[in-house]
């Protein structure tokens, strides 16, 4: 008996508990007129992290209206603005230990004034204090034909080394340029892979032929790709672009053909393309 209660008074807990967290889904809410946005940008061997608040225009002037030149910007609405970097990354040529900043601008009619800001956690920009921040520096605005109605943080152009950050609201933008140095650690991970049972062809020869490494050792990756996959294009297709940026064009020549050939039976559009895109161009050196 005195089991049975107990297990009635567990069922008497639990049905209150989700009693509770029903009700508690079912409060009524009322959207912010400024939406929150987090983004996460892989980059390098780390990633770039930013939340903010998304003001809209609403017919209002934006820059020298209802943000004034010359004044501190939360860059967005409610909380400032945070970027964090998972590892030190080059912001317009400053480098930025991994950490968590707040990300405030200074508008003005040609210039921006960004700022990283060492306390992240603040509301609006009433709190701030320049002797916080971690680094300031310039970038040209740039005037836009199309009007951006909600305030918006992209990110352009990434690669494994560089990105551009982009701040876009109304008519006006800014871009800022960032780096990663992470080279010589992937190197040194690729070194590794290639020594265990999986190893990760593609992504291989890819990174040393758009980063300007040893092409002949992109090419030997290539070939025992081949070997381990023969009917697949997309290793014929890096072979052949490896083999048309060491300049042997009527080896790329045939490597393209061959993957043009192994597409076309697998019905792959895409690598069909992709490989007669390296035939014309191969083709077209050739005959200049």
Known sequence: MKNFRVYLFALFLIACFNTKTFAQQQQPRIPEASSTQTLIQDF???????????????????????????????????????????????????????????????????EWTIILNNTPKQWGAYTYKQSDDFIRFKVPSINLKEKRETFTIAFANVTTKTCDFYLLWDYTAVAIKMGTN????????IDQLMKGPKKPYFNAIQYYYENNHDLNKALAWA????????????????????????????????????????AKSSDDDEYVRLNEAVLAKAMYSDSK
């Open 44 to 110: 390098g061997l780390g990633k770039i992290t930013v939340t903010y608040s998304r003001p809209n225009v609403r017919d209002r002037k934006i820059f020298g209206g209802i943000q004034p030149y010359g004044e501190v910007w939360r860059t967005g609405a409610n909380w400032a603005t945070t970027i964090t970097f998972s590892e030190e990354t080059t912001v317009e040529g400053n480098k930025v230990p991994a950490g968590t900043y707040a990300l405030f601008t200074i508008p003005g009619e040609k």
């Open 182 to 189: 992470d080279d010589a650690q992937i190197v040194a991970n």
């Open 223 to 262: 070939q025992e790709a081949e070997k381990a996959e023969p009917k697949a294009p997309w290793f014929k297709l890096w072979k052949a672009r490896v083999l048309l940026k060491l300049g042997r064009k009527q080896e790329a020549i045939t490597a393209a053909q061959e993957g043009v050939g192994l």
